[in-house]
């Protein structure tokens, strides 16, 4: 079923890279056609927060963890560009918990989350427990995913 435009008229990014995306998910099914237009959503995008989150996402469905990573990465920069965000974790907590329920800063969690969940399907089990141990400290809810992995990676080896 070929996805039409006009079915994403909240999406804002123009037409031409929608169309990029839309392909990409026409040729699901060709990992070299669909990744061919999802990197050229990226060149044309200039990292369009949107755009950057679908591709990270687009490349996790697709095992391409690197990648996911990498533009997962991207997402982290740019928010903490726009908000003005510390790098320094004692500085950057208590905004984060403040802020939690702001677009940008729901954004920063979830991707923050995701990307932890990236590391821990490539193998890096004990930083992936460190990112989503942070993420527990500004919410506990399952809201972000983040309670859910660590769970799942410091539940003891003689549990289910």
Do not use: C
């Not at 990292?47 to 996911?68: G, H, I, Q």
């Not at 003005?84 to 500085?91: M, V």
């Not at 954004?107 to 993420?135: N, S």
Request: net charge negative; aromatic share 10%.
């Amino acid at each position: 079923m070929k996805l039409k435009e006009d079915q994403f008229s909240w999406y804002e990014v123009p037409t031409e890279i929608k169309n990029l995306l839309l392909s990409a998910a026409d040729n699901w099914e060709n990992t070299t056609e669909s990744e061919k237009y999802i990197n050229q959503a990226l060149d044309q995008a200039d990292s369009n927060t949107d755009v950057l989150v679908s591709a990270y996402r687009y490349f996790f469905y697709k095992k391409n963890y690197p990648m996911a990573l990498k533009v997962a990465e991207k997402v982290l920069d740019k928010v903490k560009q726009l908000e003005n965000l510390p790098e320094d974790w004692e500085q950057l907590k208590p905004i984060l918990i403040s802020r939690k329920h702001n677009p940008q800063i729901r954004l920063y969690l979830t991707t923050y989350a995701a990307y932890a969940f990236i590391l821990a399907r490539q193998g890096k089990l004990e930083k992936a427990k460190e990112l989503t141990q942070k993420v527990k400290e500004i919410n506990n809810t399952s809201e972000f995913a983040a309670s859910t992995v660590h769970d799942i990676l410091t539940r003891p080896a003689s549990e289910d």
